[in-house]
């Protein structure tokens, strides 16, 4: 009876995503072009979602899936607010300077989107990431306990902070 559920909830979930009901992915920032070095995340963001990014600037970022993906934006300024830095529906890094949020928008509800850039919903990234030295990549979540040094050693670039942050082996 459990393999029965597992089943029909496992094709429920991919039935949602392809009819593009299930709306949440995550957003990526790096402070290097071509999404490397480090990155601060707003994980399982709904579209229209604005991802803040309140002491960094990002000059490259990227979502997890486009496949129901009309677009996604670099904003240069907080909140979702004009100027546009960069938009795509590419499933590939965006590289562009002074990004300070973020946010994509549903193929589904494209027809919906707001006439107004900014959205008043707004988060902050809930996690940050680095690739290692032996190419292993490692996510950690932003408390408030660490947010500060957290968003210091990524305007830095200071993966050894970071590995201390998420409690990764030096």
Not at 4 to 19: G, P, R
Not at 78 to 104: D, E
Not at 134 to 152: D, F, R
Request: some cysteine.
């Amino acid at each position: 009876m459990q393999f029965i559920s597992a089943v029909t909830m496992a094709t429920t979930i991919v039935l949602l995503q392809n009819a593009g009901l299930v709306g949440a992915l995550d957003l990526r920032f790096w402070t290097n072009p071509g999404c490397s070095g480090t990155f601060a995340q707003c994980g399982n963001i709904s579209a229209g979602v604005c991802c803040n990014l309140p002491t960094l600037t990002a000059r490259s970022f990227r979502v997890s899936d486009v496949a129901n993906v009309a677009d996604f934006t670099g904003w240069g300024n907080l909140n979702c607010r004009a100027p546009v830095v960069s938009r795509s529906s590419l499933a590939s890094c965006i590289s562009a300077n002074g990004i300070r949020s973020g946010n994509w928008r549903s193929r589904s509800r494209i027809g919906d989107a707001a006439k107004s850039s900014s959205t008043e919903d707004c988060v902050e990234p809930d996690s940050f990431g680095f690739v290692d030295e032996t190419g292993k990549e490692h996510i950690a979540k932003i408390t408030e306990a660490n947010k500060e040094a957290i968003y210091g050693a990524l305007e830095k670039g200071d993966v050894a902070t970071l590995k201390t942050e998420a409690g990764v082996a030096a």
